[in-house]
């Protein structure tokens, strides 16, 4: 038999386990042209929490009583397809199933094996690419510029930061505890950090933290530190739109300060960043990625929890910040 998670119902605010079921059933037979995989870690990243919605987005909603489905490292345990030998690992969006066939495209073949499987997931995966397709495009740092950072010790965050520091930047992170404000600055080496939850005037301590303003703000959370940001900008600053995590579960349209006067005021850029939209970049970010992590320029973090039955909870934990850097789920 074969295990499967379902997402049962649309969540009302913020999600439970009790939206998705865990059912069985048959494992699948293999067609000619196609391959069985069996997954080996799988990514849970609070975009899909969007996806969970019945609404307009630039991705389709998930359907009910159907599978869920992320970014996944799997196995190829047989094969009926050419250009897949049997016990070549991959990676690409599959769904949230023990097993499942595949026709193989779309799929991305890991040739180098010197790295753990779940980075392809994280640092060299959808999350790195992000981070750095973002900061290229959008972000365009210059050396000696102040770069801001949200979320900075979740996965994307962390690699931001990381690559501002190789660009030659100011990096100021913003986290939700004092461990992990102290961890971005020892093992990511981020110039200063901010601890949202025990402060009680983020305007004030961006202020204190960014004396020379904020030239790139790469949001993740959006709300009201994204407030906070915006009062502290420098003349035509770049704001990354990437990820608004802390507005994802209320049921109302949340209201906050209005932008218009601040973004004429100082000529600023603000865009959203969706990393599916720059695929054909892919190859050269992977490459410069997996170079800087050869030389020990980058690092990153994973928060891994275990079983296939716990990937609903690892999801609903990001939700409640207990994951440091990506978080996957090992088979």
Request: proline share 3%; aromatic share 8%.
């Amino acid at each position: 038999m074969n295990k499967l998670i379902t997402l049962e119902e649309r969540p009302e605010g913020k999600p439970s386990e009790s939206n998705f079921e865990i059912k069985t059933e048959e494992k699948p037979a293999l067609k000619e042209g196609e391959i069985l995989l069996e997954s080996k870690f799988i990514s849970v990243d609070p975009y899909l929490r969007g996806r969970m919605n019945d609404g307009d987005s630039y991705i389709i909603p998930f359907k009910l009583h159907e599978p869920m489905s992320s970014m996944v490292v799997a196995e190829v345990v047989e094969s009926k397809n050419e250009g897949f030998e049997k016990g070549a690992y991959v990676s690409g969006m599959l769904q949230w199933k023990e097993f499942q066939t595949h026709d193989g495209k779309g799929l991305n073949k890991i040739e180098n094996k010197n790295v753990p499987l779940s980075a392809y997931l994280g640092v060299l995966g959808l999350t790195g690419l992000t981070a750095y397709l973002a900061l290229d495009t959008i972000g365009k740092l210059k050396e000696g510029e102040t770069l801001l950072v949200s979320g900075a010790a979740g996965a994307v965050g962390s690699v931001v930061g990381q690559i501002g520091k190789i660009k030659g930047c100011k990096v100021v992170g913003i986290a939700g505890t004092d461990e992990k404000i102290a961890h971005i600055k020892s093992k990511f080496n981020f110039d200063a950090g901010i601890n949202y939850k025990t402060t009680d005037d983020m305007a004030k301590a961006i202020a204190e933290n960014c004396p020379d303003g904020v030239d790139v703000y790469f949001d993740n959370v959006g709300g009201n530190i994204l407030d906070a940001a915006m009062q502290n900008i420098n003349d035509f600053a770049r704001i990354i739109n990437c990820g608004a995590i802390s507005i994802y579960n209320k049921e109302e349209v949340p209201k906050g300060m209005r932008l218009e006067g601040i973004m004429v005021k100082k000529r600023a850029l603000m865009q959203g960043f969706i990393v599916r939209d720059h695929y054909e970049q892919f190859p050269e970010a992977i490459k410069q990625l997996g170079e800087w992590l050869a030389d020990s320029k980058l690092d990153f973090d994973e928060t891994v929890r275990e079983g296939f039955e716990n990937v609903p909870k690892a999801f609903l934990e990001i939700f409640e910040g207990k994951n440091l850097g990506k978080m996957v789920v090992k088979m």
